[in-house]
């Protein structure tokens, strides 16, 4: 054995241990230091590594942030949650700061169970799944998502809504309201976003997302048993389904010329600025994270749609009347359109209320992109910034009873700005929100004018972390209604 080419190795090794470690404790150090110096917001940072992550995830959310607001302050306070130093901005103004200050102070970040979801298995960079120049590119894809081409979505998405109900309501005693919701939407998205109308594929991607869905803000400890391990088992075998159909769409689109028109479409035939075109996998993993975009949270507003409707029969009486003088309106068999969804205003009100009560995200994060300060204080470049919506939605200042479901509170009074933002705002406002409200209202359209339904367990319990949801699926018990064709 050449003991004197082990004993330069090792020695390699050692120095490189050990001017990684000294930079490491340094950076750490001047970190702390510039910290120490500096007027931090009031706040803990809870218990050593962890944080006060358990309680962030595990405890009522509104109680998480309502308690430290009356124990530091009402409009800013600091944390440490998922691994991350953190400020916490509350009310208003906190909302609005945020959205004022997009791509000046802040930049977009993810949790880092996300991060490890959602990052490109062909791509080691942590920062992106796709280059800021290509990012850019597709998110100005021409007019997908835009109000003109909703209007020629409406018919297409009334007759698929239409169907589902028929297929997996109809003749049912009683079914179990939230994997119907997931279940649909995922089809609509499916269908609009990739050209996929595949039903065994779809109906494997719920089960695959449902999965993921529940380790989106998790600590990403990947130990068989947990959340996170099921949810890095899901990932690849999503990213496997999605990815092998981008290669048939590609393949038929090379073989035939038709450039088709949905967004995995424009992706695989349309270069950057720079003429690079995006690799399979790349598009494979964009079009995952539309698709989970456009999957938890409006199945989960409409699960709670439906809950609330159910729990409400004179609010349910109110929705059925307005969409019957829509169906009167039109002839035999006719499909809605985009006319028919401006006129369910209360309807919408309802949907709205719904989001306010039980938000389907509870908050957002942003990256301090720099030093910033805010109410006095300065929050250090590289913390974690955390905007809470039951900060304002839950604020009987903005809206009076706000544990009561009361949909006529927004025909007496437009929320002030920024009290309840669903779809959040500013520059990151979800580009979504106009397809998402189209795919609700659809479904509330054809759920009242064929069915009355009651909760069959009407204590169901709805999990209280950053993305709720009912523990029993939201099992409701059928009554069919009298054709009104």
Known sequence: MDYSNLYIFLSTLLAIFTTTTLAFLFSAYKSKSHEKSINLPPGSFGWPIIGETFAFLHDDHEKFVGDRMKKYSSKIFKTKILGERTVVLCGTAGHKFVASNEEKLFAAWRPHSMQKLFRSSYQKAASTIMPRQMEKHVSQAPGFLRAEALVGYVAAMDSMVLDHLKTHWDGKQVVEAHRLTQLLVLTLSAKF??????????????????????????????????????????????????????????????????????????????????????????????IMGNVAASFNSPAMTTTFIVKFLGERPDIYDKVRIEQLEILKSKKSGEALNWDDMQKM????????????????????????????????????????????????????????????????????????????????????????????????????????????????????????????FPVDGLKVRLQAQPSQA
């Open 193 to 286: 976003f990739m050209g996929l109308e595949d039903s065994c594929r779809i109906g494997k991607l719920v089960e695959l997302m449902d999965t993921m869905m529940l380790a989106l803000h998790t600590i990403p400890v990947n130990i068989p048993g947990t959340a996170f391990h099921r949810a890095m088992k899901a990932a690849p075998a999503a990213r496997e389904i999605i990815q092998s159909f981008v290669k048939e769409k590609k393949e038929v689109m090379e073989s035939t010329g038709n450039k088709m028109h949905d967004l995995l479409s424009y992706m695989i035939a349309t270069p950057d600025p720079t003429g690079r075109f995006m690799p399979e996998n790349e598009i494979a993993d964009k």
């Open 345 to 468: 205003k209360y309807s919408w009100n309802v949907a709205l209320e719904a989001m306010r009560l039980i938000p389907p995200l509870q908050g957002t994060f942003r990256e301090a992109a720099t030093d910033f300060t805010y109410q006095g204080y300065t929050i250090p470049k590289g913390w974690k910034v955390y905007w809470t919506v039951s900060t304002t939605t839950m604020n009987p200042e903005y809206f009076p009873a706000p544990e009561e479901f009361d949909p006529s509170r927004f025909e007496k009074a437009t929320p002030p700005p920024y009290t309840n933002i669903p779809f959040g705002s500013g520059p990151r406002i979800c580009p979504g929100k106009d397809y998402a409200r189209l795919q609700i209202l659809s479904f509330m359209h054809h759920l009242v004018i064929r069915f009355k339904w009651e909760l069959v367990n009407p204590n169901c319990k709805i999990t209280g972390g950053m993305n709720p």
